[in-house]
């Protein structure tokens, strides 16, 4: 799972030149956080525990605005967007 968020985090470096270090993007990037929670959400799905999952999708819409089904299967650096409207 943290090669995973380091994929992540390189994937935004690699498309936003605005991205001044780890810290600015961990903290102050909702596209960083929609994902890492997606990411959460979509193994509790896998797991079976379907209501658990669509509440974390439920809170993580509340957080960042973005709402992302948690049985949508992301790839890898393909799905950083840095504006999310």
């Given at each position: 799972m943290f090669n995973r968020i380091k994929e992540d985090i390189s994937c935004v470096f690699?498309?936003?030149?605005?991205a001044q270090s780890i810290w600015d993007v961990i903290t102050t990037y909702p596209g960083v956080h929609a994902v890492f929670l997606h990411r959460?959400?979509?193994?509790?799905?896998?797991?079976n525990f379907h209501w658990l999952a669509r509440f974390i999708a439920y809170f993580n819409r509340w957080l960042t605005g973005i709402e992302i089904h948690p049985g949508a299967k992301i790839g890898t650096c393909g799905s950083y967007c840095s504006r999310y409207t």
């Amino acid at each position: 799972m943290f090669n995973r968020i380091k994929e992540d985090i390189s994937c935004v470096f690699e498309r936003d030149p605005a991205a001044q270090s780890i810290w600015d993007v961990i903290t102050t990037y909702p596209g960083v956080h929609a994902v890492f929670l997606h990411r959460i959400s979509y193994c509790i799905w896998n797991k079976n525990f379907h209501w658990l999952a669509r509440f974390i999708a439920y809170f993580n819409r509340w957080l960042t605005g973005i709402e992302i089904h948690p049985g949508a299967k992301i790839g890898t650096c393909g799905s950083y967007c840095s504006r999310y409207t």
